[in-house]
């Protein structure tokens, strides 16, 4: 079975043809349980959310604030695996016939086996993976396998990206590219770097057909509603995991996270 | 005129232009920190070729520093490996007690040449953190360093020593809190402030260019040890040996030996409680191939890539990955590593004191334990040549509780037994 990259580029074409951004929302398996990830991956695309990225929790997530740290930690004791982050995926696709994609490291990918993670994660459903610290250096095996795979290859850009890394990203990525927002780590932030705009800009500069979509720091519906005014996608995550490290229960964390959804749905229509 | 003390790498097989030493190395890093590397690996590059960078980075090596360290031969600790001739690289006698201000400073100095005005760095025994807080104190750098809670309690005396030079020390508190996870919010704090921040990365691992630039401002010890050893015993060793974490300070000694074939190049590695328990760091005895820290090298981890807890009695030493020359050097058999527990580290620290009156780092004692064992292996007509890393001062109190020293702890007496046991050992 090959993989959903095709579902992942019509929809993001789908809300830019509705005159708006699409709402990309981010949630770890495993966390605060399996089933407990996946009825909230399910609120999320309930609630509004277009495109649902699965994090695959890691040992040492270099790249994540505190919130995400929190919630991988969580879910690792709680003994997450790969295989339950393939169900998670496959769940969450079947339930809802939307994109789902998978964010994590690169060494339990490398571990793993790249040829079998995919051929597993096209089986399952998923549309890509996005693996921020893969440069686009050293992506050529990832690449060759998600290809064959139809998985898309989502790459991060950042503010310091030079011009001519750009081009060199946005020509060897699919599906979207990842525009981070500021220089920093994942979190919720009080107002979106202001190099989000110049960067989108930047990178449309190349000439790529990809989806441009931002992510760091978006919590609430006015940021979305900001960041929706120059891009074809809002990344949420830090946002949508603290609501359920706030809530009181389970049950309560997957409303929380279904209203979150909402409110950040009607911020990328311009609504907030 | 040609530079004494800063002696790069002549050759350069190794790495290769994107930084890997056959399989292992690379740079696996994030977008955002692209930039930040290439501008180290352009910068590097320019000093490394440049005699101004040179000249300025010996002064300080000479004069701040105290460079060359000295050779000590140690007959009465050699008297119990098998009688082979053992001499120790004192590196331990450089200013701030270990090998680690050789890196320190050159980084230093090419902070000031990039324009950044802060520095963070990971530690884990402190004496990186200690040398990096040196030299902001020297240069005027703002000083950040990260240090895993656990190691913050066990090294307290560093702590203290870095705070008196103007540094802030933050204590991580994730993961494991300890070495790794210092590192792993060092990343994070670089991620946010690059602009005007450098990560003075501490060991021979990390991404391109950090392993062969790290590497090359350590290459001094394994330069002067192998003239020294050539001037006092008249041959070159049969063995090179020094405790391994990252691995700095054995890339340093064992650098200037490789092409000579018959110097084996021994690294001693963590087996805490020992290999078989679980509960050690003993990375290329124990690890498989995988990615940490940005680079590609042999890592402790489980068969879905997630980074297990090392354990070792070293702060140094207590991490689950290892510079890529290191798995380079395994693969290719010009280096052979084996695992010394925390028992033969402190028997090797307690008997190094006693029979020579110097006190070594727990890391350091790892290599004496390897020493001690090899040198039996290779009997009375040895040679062989030990890096001491670093001094004992900051471990006395994990010492002290180790075996017993402290007034109140009955076992001072039994320690005393122990010692008359040492020495009919040597007869």
Redesign the interface.
């Known amino acids: 079975m090959s993989g959903n990259i095709q579902l992942l580029t019509d929809t993001l074409a789908g809300a830019r043809a509705e005159g708006r951004s699409a709402l990309i929302a981010y949630l770890p398996a495993g966390f605060p349980t399996v089933d407990g990830g996946i009825e909230a991956i399910k609120a999320v695309f309930d609630g509004g959310a277009d495109v649902v990225e699965v994090g695959l929790p ?6 994540d ?1 505190p919130v995400i ?1 929190t919630a991988d930690d969580i879910a ?1 004791r709680g003994g997450v ?2 295989a339950d982050v393939m169900r998670t995926v496959k769940e969450a696709y079947e339930a809802t016939g939307k994109p789902v994609l998978v964010m994590t ?8 086996g790249v040829e079998r993670f995919t051929a597993e994660l096209a089986e399952a459903g998923g549309a890509g993976c996005i693996l ?4 686009v ?2 992506s050529a095996l990832w690449r060759e396998h998600a290809e064959k795979h139809g998985l898309a290859t989502v ?8 011009d001519e ?1 750009l081009a060199q ?1 946005t020509a060897a990525g699919s599906g979207f590219v990842y525009a ?1 927002s500021l ?3 994942t979190g919720t932030r009080a107002s979106v770097g202001a190099q989000a705009q110049d960067l989108v800009e930047r990178t449309r500069a190349t000439g790529t057909g990809l989806a441009v979509c931002v992510g760091l720091g978006v919590s609430n519906a006015e940021q979305a509603a900001e960041v929706a005014g120059f891009a074809d996608g809002v990344i949420v995550g830090s946002a949508f995991v603290k609501r359920m490290l706030d809530a009181p229960d389970d049950r309560a964390g997957v409303e929380a996270v279904r209203e979150l959804a909402g409110d950040l749905a009607k911020g990328v229509r311009g609504q907030a | 005129m040609p530079s004494e003390f800063f002696i790069p790498d002549p050759e350069g097989q190794v790495p290769s232009p994107e930084g890997y030493f056959g399989d292992f190395g690379g740079k696996f890093i994030p977008e955002a920190l692209v930039a930040a590397v290439d501008e180290v690996a352009v910068e590097y590059d320019k000093a490394k070729h440049d005699p101004e960078f040179a000249r300025e980075l010996d002064d300080l090596l000479v004069h701040y520093t105290g460079r060359p360290s000295s050779l000590t031969e140690v007959p009465r600790f050699a008297e119990h490996a098998g009688g082979a001739r053992i001499f120790l690289k004192r590196e331990d006698l450089n200013h701030t007690g270990s090998h680690k201000i050789n890196n320190v400073l050159g980084q230093a100095l090419l902070t000031k040449r990039m324009g950044k005005t802060r520095v963070i760095a990971e530690t884990g025994a402190g004496q990186h953190g200690v040398a990096t807080a040196t030299a902001c104190a020297l240069f005027g750098l703002e000083c950040t360093i990260y240090m895993g809670e656990i190691d913050t309690q066990r090294q307290a005396l560093n702590v203290a020593r870095m705070r008196m030079l103007g540094a802030e020390v933050i204590a991580v508190k994730s993961g494991s809190r300890t070495l790794k996870d210092a590192i792993n919010e060092a990343f994070r704090d670089w991620v946010a402030n690059v602009d005007h921040t450098h990560y003075l990365f501490g060991t021979v691992a990390g991404p391109h260019p950090f392993p062969a630039m790290v590497r090359d401002f350590h290459r001094v010890i394994g330069v002067e040890a192998r003239r020294q050893i050539l001037e006092r015993a008249g041959r070159l060793p049969d063995a090179a040996i020094a405790c391994v974490g990252g691995g700095s300070n054995a890339i340093g000694l064992f650098h200037a030996f490789i092409p000579d074939a018959g110097v084996r190049l021994i690294g001693c590695e963590p087996a805490g409680h020992g290999v078989e328990t679980g509960e050690h760091a003993a990375t290329l005895t124990a690890g498989e191939p995988g990615i940490l820290h940005g680079s590609r090298s042999y890592v402790l981890q489980d068969e879905e890539g997630q980074i297990t807890e090392p354990y070792s009695i070293s702060a140094g030493l207590d991490y689950p990955g290892i510079g890529p020359e290191h798995s380079y050097l395994k693969d290719s058999g010009r280096g052979e590593y084996r695992a010394v527990t925390d028992d033969a580290a402190m028997q090797a620290l307690r008997l190094l004191s006693r029979t020579e009156g110097i006190i070594p780092a727990i890391e350091s004692a790892h290599a004496l334990a390897g020493a001690l064992e090899v040198g039996k292996e290779l009997g009375k007509d040895g040679l062989i040549i030990v890096n001491l890393s670093g001094r004992g001062d900051k471990d006395m109190d994990t010492a002290a509780r180790y075996f017993g020293l402290y007034d109140t702890d009955a076992e001072v007496a039994a320690d005393a037994a122990d010692l008359a046991e040492i020495e009919g050992d040597a007869k």
């Open positions: 890691h040992s040492d997530p270099v790249l604030g740290q690792l695996k790969i490291y690169w060494n339990p990918i490398d571990r793993y921020p610290d893969l440069p250096q050293e790459f991060v850009v950042a503010p310091s990206s030079k890394r990203i981070a220089m920093g780590v």
